[in-house]
């Protein structure tokens, strides 16, 4: 089966998933979307408003500044894979539950397998924390780490940006640093631990007004930005 095919499939899964109790409350569940063979794949916390009625990621203004620091990073929606680490709506744009990240940790590892990115960029602290535990977003935004055979880029989340102006010029400059992520080898700095599976109550507020959208081998912190 192609990846194209399976890809589908999934999304088809997604939809109609009923694994946990953000199922009951979606309009929409939000698979995620893009071609199957990107180098680049963006990973967000979870649908928010305009997400759940349409059926599609980042489509609200959180989206609109998503398109924007593409654009810095000389990317195009076209070109990339992106996606969210729950794919239903959490009610009130709260934060996802562990049980809610459990239900859809499956599907997030097969899309990032089949697509197998040589960059993904996390957005916001959840989806950071799928691939690196015990780590601040205000400390490691724009970051690389090498994970397995895959590097991570920690981004701040782009609804951070909306509700807190101050994030806006990093988050534009911690994008613009992207595309020598796709040519540029980086020297390797101190490892950083092993990742575990993250808890909610534990991780970092980005701000108290954000939107709440949205293992492998240890991390390697890169020196790249």
């Known amino acids: 089966m ?3 095919n399976r890809l589908n499939i999934i999304s088809e899964e997604i939809l109609h998933c009923q694994k946990c109790p953000l199922a009951k409350g979606r309009k929409n569940a939000v698979p995620g979307e893009g071609p199957s063979s990107v180098d680049i794949m963006f990973i967000g916390e979870g649908p928010g408003y305009h997400e759940n009625q349409q059926g599609k990621p980042f489509v609200g203004q959180a ?8 654009a810095a990073a000389n990317l195009k929606r076209e070109d990339v894979f992106i ?3 729950v794919k239903c709506r959490p009610p009130g744009n709260r934060d996802p539950m562990p049980e809610e990240l459990a239900a859809c940790a499956n599907y997030l590892d097969e899309q990032i397998a089949l697509l197998d990115p040589k960059v993904i960029v996390t957005l916001g602290r959840f ?5 690196i535990d015990n780590a601040k ?3 490691i935004h724009g970051q690389a780490h090498q994970v397995g055979k895959r590097l991570i880029v920690t981004m701040y989340h782009p609804a951070a940006a909306l509700h807190q102006p101050a994030l806006r010029p990093a988050l534009i ?3 613009s640093k992207l595309p020598q992520l ?3 080898e980086a020297a390797v700095q101190p490892k950083l631990e092993t990742p575990v599976q993250p808890k909610a109550e534990a991780l970092e507020p980005e701000t108290k007004s954000v939107q709440k959208q949205e293992k492998t081998s240890p991390p390697e912190q890169l020196s790249l930005f």
């Open 63 to 70: 989206g609109a500044f998503l398109d924007e620091l593409l």
């Open 173 to 175: 400059e911690d994008f």
């Open 2 to 4: 192609s990846e194209t």
């Open 137 to 139: 977003i205000s400390r």
């Open 182 to 184: 796709l040519g540029k």
């Open 127 to 131: 989806s950071m924390a799928k691939f």
């Open 83 to 85: 996606t969210n680490v």
